[in-house]
């Protein structure tokens, strides 16, 4: 009797949870496409947004799902938009191509760098990202004969997508390409995450040494977490190297990791539409008050912040999740 | 059939010993008590077991095969199994996802991204087993932050039981919980699989008369003595240990 409630409990919630199929995917794709009717003069601004979503994303795995506590994330970014760049400008110009070629070298530097950073942990932990990112920045400053240095790798020019879409003035194509890049990664991360291998990043978050007891190879899973963060901090490095046509030091600097982290603890680490939510509030936040005051928006951004870890612990994302919970025991306790 | 090997395991953090020279086995079926007074180094011992510790002598062996130099995630997987004296559980997940992240790395799956549907169902099977033999059913979609002490104590041994080991080292399971609720963990104890080897730590006594077939008893890292339950009780080094031992808590309480 009792086994009986307990499956149909479990189907219950597997059925409830999942009515809709690609429901968040859907909720994104929706929302995107409204913003570009509603804000048709800020397009370039919007596949920022987008863009700078996917990084947060990818740091929404590594330091949310996983708990690696990284603020050098800008390195795989940055890493993805100059080989996509250089990719570019020197061997192919097919978007696609250099869209995967960028995305690949973020995990491969995040699976090299990542190998030997992983074996520490706590403070010194932090410290090495930081040093890795700072030690890609002066690499990317001092190769200027390569990079261009301080002045950014420009002329990045790509083909149109599929032949057919061309990367246009009004940046039509630019905002309509990252929003499906952003939708696919989405829909991919959060296949991740709610497999059991997310659920097993979970469990290292909450407890590593309980991890070590059960079996876990604790080192091998943060890694393969970091590469696969690397691999879409690298995806979102090549877009804003096509889409921009440049690739400035700014993707690599400290800066760059530091708002990326903002964002997501603004949004909520917990649950990855924080991290899109975080993103949208920072870089709307960050537009409107830069424009009206260009030397104080910061106080909004540090207020936010400030809002963000003392009055919601779990980010933004908490003011939807709060009501939805409080209503399903509603729910619950009516029968 | 399972052997544990514990042999002549030494360990000292510079001049202080916490192991010394220690020797024993565990086989399949066993059911012993580890006992001693507070800082005999009884944690320590799991935890040399389990390799949480590097021992600075001596070797540990699994049915002959030699597990010293083995990691710690290594040695669960050979089929060692531990649980905490102090809860260590995934307090943000709920008991379901609990036991789910202990039954992947049982069934070697913490790694896949997509989970068939067949082994998903296999999972969930399992995870309605283990919380119906511990009576723990009630509770899957909790949060263990939300659960009483004495379930959550429940569920340590469930995430250790969900490994399917072999040896099983018990620390302390009924620590901290009330009399009335420790009835309900020692009856999952008395309840394990019974070709299971079982190490358990633990200061009730007549928890440790009730459970144990054999008793070895630990005092300052050394094994002190080992023999029945009856022996061990009528051995008189270890009522002195004991009676110090609570002579000078009584004086503390005094002062």
Redesign the interface.
């Given at each position: 009797m009792a086994e009986v409630t307990l499956r149909r409990a479990a189907e219950a919630t597997r059925a409830g949870r999942r009515t809709v199929p690609f429901l968040p995917e859907i909720i994104l794709a929706v929302v995107g496409v409204a913003a570009f009717f509603l804000f048709p003069d800020d397009l370039a601004f919007l596949a920022q947004i987008v863009i700078t979503a996917l990084f947060v994303l990818s740091l929404s795995l590594v330091l949310g799902q996983a708990g690696i506590p990284t603020i050098g994330h800008a390195a795989y970014m940055g890493t993805g938009a100059y080989v996509a760049g250089l990719f570019a400008i020197h061997f192919n110009q097919d978007p696609l191509l250099g869209l995967l070629i960028g995305g690949l070298a973020g995990a491969a530097m995040a699976a090299i760098t990542g190998a030997l950073l992983l074996r520490t942990q706590h403070l010194t932990f932090v410290m090495l990202t930081i040093a890795v990112a700072q030690i890609l920045y002066e690499i990317a400053n001092q190769a200027s004969g390569i990079t261009g240095g301080d002045n950014g790798l420009s002329g990045v020019a790509v083909n149109p997508i599929f032949g057919v879409f061309q990367f246009d003035l009004y940046s039509h194509t630019a905002y309509f390409y990252s929003l499906v890049v952003l939708v696919i990664s989405y829909f991919l991360i959060r296949q991740v995450v709610e497999s059991p291998f997310g659920l097993t990043s979970r469990g290292i978050h909450s407890d590593r040494e309980r991890m070590l007891a059960l079996g876990c190879n604790v080192y091998r899973h943060l890694l393969i977490v970091f590469t696969i963060g690397g691999l879409f901090a690298g995806f979102a490095g090549a877009l804003s190297a096509q889409v921009a046509q440049v690739v400035g030091l700014s993707s690599l600097s400290f800066s760059t990791s530091g708002d990326a982290l903002v964002m997501l603890i603004v949004g909520g680490s917990a649950r990855l539409p924080g991290a899109l939510i975080g993103t949208v509030v920072f870089m709307v936040i960050q537009h409107v008050a830069s424009n009206v005051n260009p030397y104080h928006w910061l106080f909004i951004i540090g207020g936010l912040l400030i809002i963000a870890v003392l009055v919601l612990p779990g980010g933004l994302i908490s003011l939807v999740d709060k009501p939805a919970a409080w209503l399903r025991q509603r729910r619950a306790a009516r029968g | 059939m399972a052997e544990l090997r514990i042999d002549g395991i030494c360990k000292n953090f510079g001049g202080l010993v916490v192991a010394s020279d220690v020797t024993f086995t565990l086989s399949a079926g066993d059911r012993t008590a580890l006992i001693g007074p507070n800082g005999a180094g009884k944690t320590t011992l799991v935890n040399l077991i389990?390799g949480?510790l590097k021992p600075s002598s001596g070797t540990i062996s699994l049915d002959g095969k030699p597990l010293t130099r083995l990691s710690?995630?290594?040695r669960?997987?050979a089929g060692i199994?531990?649980t905490?004296q102090v809860s260590?559980?995934?307090?943000?997940?709920t008991v379901?996802?609990n036991l789910?992240?202990?039954i992947?790395?049982?069934r070697r799956?913490?790694?896949?991204?997509?989970?068939p549907r067949a082994d998903a169902d296999a999972v969930?099977a399992q995870v309605?087993r283990i919380?119906?033999a511990l009576r723990l059913?009630h509770a899957?979609?909790r949060e263990v932050r939300h659960l009483p002490y004495g379930e959550q104590r429940l569920l340590e041994i469930a995430?250790a039981l969900a490994?399917e080991p072999r040896v099983l080292l018990l620390d302390e399971p009924a620590a901290g919980v009330p009399r009335g609720e420790s009835e309900a963990i020692m009856e999952v104890v008395a309840a394990l699989p019974a070709d299971l080897a079982v190490l358990l730590i633990e200061h009730d006594m007549d928890l440790v008369f009730r459970f144990a077939r054999k008793i070895i008893v630990l005092a300052s890292g050394a094994v002190l003595t080992v023999g029945t339950p009856e022996a061990v009780a009528a051995d008189g080094r270890v009522k002195q240990l004991y009676f110090g031992r609570e002579h000078d808590e009584h004086r503390h309480v005094v002062h």
């Amino acid at each position: 009797m009792a086994e009986v409630t307990l499956r149909r409990a479990a189907e219950a919630t597997r059925a409830g949870r999942r009515t809709v199929p690609f429901l968040p995917e859907i909720i994104l794709a929706v929302v995107g496409v409204a913003a570009f009717f509603l804000f048709p003069d800020d397009l370039a601004f919007l596949a920022q947004i987008v863009i700078t979503a996917l990084f947060v994303l990818s740091l929404s795995l590594v330091l949310g799902q996983a708990g690696i506590p990284t603020i050098g994330h800008a390195a795989y970014m940055g890493t993805g938009a100059y080989v996509a760049g250089l990719f570019a400008i020197h061997f192919n110009q097919d978007p696609l191509l250099g869209l995967l070629i960028g995305g690949l070298a973020g995990a491969a530097m995040a699976a090299i760098t990542g190998a030997l950073l992983l074996r520490t942990q706590h403070l010194t932990f932090v410290m090495l990202t930081i040093a890795v990112a700072q030690i890609l920045y002066e690499i990317a400053n001092q190769a200027s004969g390569i990079t261009g240095g301080d002045n950014g790798l420009s002329g990045v020019a790509v083909n149109p997508i599929f032949g057919v879409f061309q990367f246009d003035l009004y940046s039509h194509t630019a905002y309509f390409y990252s929003l499906v890049v952003l939708v696919i990664s989405y829909f991919l991360i959060r296949q991740v995450v709610e497999s059991p291998f997310g659920l097993t990043s979970r469990g290292i978050h909450s407890d590593r040494e309980r991890m070590l007891a059960l079996g876990c190879n604790v080192y091998r899973h943060l890694l393969i977490v970091f590469t696969i963060g690397g691999l879409f901090a690298g995806f979102a490095g090549a877009l804003s190297a096509q889409v921009a046509q440049v690739v400035g030091l700014s993707s690599l600097s400290f800066s760059t990791s530091g708002d990326a982290l903002v964002m997501l603890i603004v949004g909520g680490s917990a649950r990855l539409p924080g991290a899109l939510i975080g993103t949208v509030v920072f870089m709307v936040i960050q537009h409107v008050a830069s424009n009206v005051n260009p030397y104080h928006w910061l106080f909004i951004i540090g207020g936010l912040l400030i809002i963000a870890v003392l009055v919601l612990p779990g980010g933004l994302i908490s003011l939807v999740d709060k009501p939805a919970a409080w209503l399903r025991q509603r729910r619950a306790a009516r029968g | 059939m399972a052997e544990l090997r514990i042999d002549g395991i030494c360990k000292n953090f510079g001049g202080l010993v916490v192991a010394s020279d220690v020797t024993f086995t565990l086989s399949a079926g066993d059911r012993t008590a580890l006992i001693g007074p507070n800082g005999a180094g009884k944690t320590t011992l799991v935890n040399l077991i389990t390799g949480a510790l590097k021992p600075s002598s001596g070797t540990i062996s699994l049915d002959g095969k030699p597990l010293t130099r083995l990691s710690q995630p290594a040695r669960a997987q050979a089929g060692i199994a531990r649980t905490f004296q102090v809860s260590r559980l995934f307090r943000d997940q709920t008991v379901g996802d609990n036991l789910r992240i202990a039954i992947h790395q049982q069934r070697r799956q913490s790694l896949r991204v997509v989970q068939p549907r067949a082994d998903a169902d296999a999972v969930e099977a399992q995870v309605e087993r283990i919380l119906t033999a511990l009576r723990l059913q009630h509770a899957v979609g909790r949060e263990v932050r939300h659960l009483p002490y004495g379930e959550q104590r429940l569920l340590e041994i469930a995430l250790a039981l969900a490994l399917e080991p072999r040896v099983l080292l018990l620390d302390e399971p009924a620590a901290g919980v009330p009399r009335g609720e420790s009835e309900a963990i020692m009856e999952v104890v008395a309840a394990l699989p019974a070709d299971l080897a079982v190490l358990l730590i633990e200061h009730d006594m007549d928890l440790v008369f009730r459970f144990a077939r054999k008793i070895i008893v630990l005092a300052s890292g050394a094994v002190l003595t080992v023999g029945t339950p009856e022996a061990v009780a009528a051995d008189g080094r270890v009522k002195q240990l004991y009676f110090g031992r609570e002579h000078d808590e009584h004086r503390h309480v005094v002062h």
